[in-house]
């Protein structure tokens, strides 16, 4: 499926519910940045990846998807391609050098 298939599900879904007041892009970003710290709080108390239990990765697959459903509805609201901001971006990270010392890590 499509990006922009996605996306054309999403607007019906909240357009059916009449949620488009809402949508503003500050309640948007709020709504983003909640659904980022649930996918955070899988991680809350372990040192690992593989501490990450079969219900964990359910879990951050669904909490992924939501900070991808609010993505795709900012995306729209600003009539970007999310596909196309992300190539936009990581062609000037690749032009950009970060130093870690071991420390950092």
């Excluded at 709020?30 to 990450?52: C, H, M, P, T, Y």
């Excluded at 609201?77 to 000037?92: F, Q, S």
């Amino acid at each position: 499926m499509e990006t922009k298939d996605v996306i054309a599900d999403l607007i019906n879904f909240r357009n059916e519910r009449q949620w488009q007041e809402y949508h503003t892009l500050e309640s948007l970003s709020r709504a983003l940045g909640i659904e980022a710290s649930e996918v955070e709080k899988i991680f809350l108390w372990k040192n690992s990846d593989d501490q990450l239990s079969e219900k964990d990765l359910n879990d951050l697959k669904f909490e992924l998807a939501d900070v991808l459903t609010y993505v795709y509805f900012m995306c729209e609201k600003m009539d970007l391609d999310p596909n196309k901001i992300v190539e936009e971006k990581l062609a000037i990270n690749q032009n950009r050098h970060w130093k870690f010392d071991k420390e950092d890590k």
